[in-house]
């Protein structure tokens, strides 16, 4: 087991849901957090949850999609609050319907989010971790990239590509003592799960984005020689 005070995470879709209990449960830690978001009164929210515990934040909004914005909202962050121990890949969106319902405008924002999105997000931090011979890298999936669904096309296809490009990641970056970790959840109580009528968000029986962020750092403490590959979390009714 390692300690985690002290080290600096960069979360996406930090202003909300798995994103933002995630930054609270790190901060509880100890963990420095830097929050990535589209929308800054969120993200400053959050941030200001966050001083209670008496660590270091920094905001910094960007769409995740945008290669240049994630770019320099990474850089941002590492100015602020200087090297990136821990990246969690977490923005993401969903669009559930028919496979010719969903536009092919709809199809591409999804790809670009929740593929693109992760992919340009690592691409800014890695180089940095590599140099470094260590790093956390969490790359939030779920069951639909696992096991498709009548209306879960777009999003099925997005979550499939997450974990081909996080476990070859893996695969790649491990002798350099670096982790890369694939979670697949099913469904968690956010907001995006009650958008999509997934469910009524009852903490007895569906999972909790608190649930999420405890896995997280339950992980994060186990000793460096090891590493989470994945994990699928899943509540009693899935
Ligand atoms: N809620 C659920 O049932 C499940 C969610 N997931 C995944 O967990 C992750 C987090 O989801 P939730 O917290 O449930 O969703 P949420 O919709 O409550 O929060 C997502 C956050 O990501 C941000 N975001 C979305 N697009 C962005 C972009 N282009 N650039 C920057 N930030 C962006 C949003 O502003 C929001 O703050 C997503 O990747 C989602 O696919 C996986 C399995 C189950
Ligand atoms: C939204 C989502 O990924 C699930 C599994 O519910």
């Known amino acids: 087991m390692q300690k985690i005070e002290g080290k600096v995470a960069l979360i996406t879709g930090a202003g909300r849901g798995i994103g933002r209990a995630t930054a609270i449960a790190f901060a509880k830690e100890g963990v420095h957090v830097g929050l990535v978001g589209r929308t800054p009164e969120n993200l400053e929210r ?10 270091k934040t920094a905001t910094a909004a960007a769409d995740v999609a945008d290669i240049d914005a994630i770019t320099s909202a990474v850089e941002s962050i590492r100015n602020a609050l200087g090297p990136i121990d821990i990246l969690v890949n977490n923005a993401g969106i969903s669009k559930f319907g028919n496979f010719m319902d969903l536009t092919p405008e709809e ?26 011979e260590t790093g956390d890298i969490i790359n939030i999936s779920s069951t639909a990239g696992q096991k498709g669904g009548p209306v879960t096309s777009a999003y099925s296809a997005s979550k499939a590509a997450v974990n081909g490009l ?73």
């Open 166 to 238: 996080s476990e070859s990641l893996m695969m790649e970056v491990r002798k350099k003592n670096i982790r890369v970790t694939t979670l697949t959840p099913s469904t968690v109580a956010t907001d995006m799960a009650v958008e999509l009528n997934l469910t009524d968000g009852n903490p007895e029986k569906v999972m909790q984005p608190e649930d999420m962020a405890e896995l997280m750092v339950a992980q994060l403490k186990l000793n460096p020689r090891v590493v989470l590959k994945n994990a699928g979390l899943w509540s009693n009714n899935p």
């Open 107 to 132: 199809w591409t924002n999804i790809i670009n989010v929740n593929v693109n999105g992760l992919y340009y997000t690592t691409r800014a931090v890695l180089p940095e971790m590599l140099e470094r």
């Open 46 to 55: 959050v941030a200001e949850e966050l001083q209670q515990y008496g660590v």
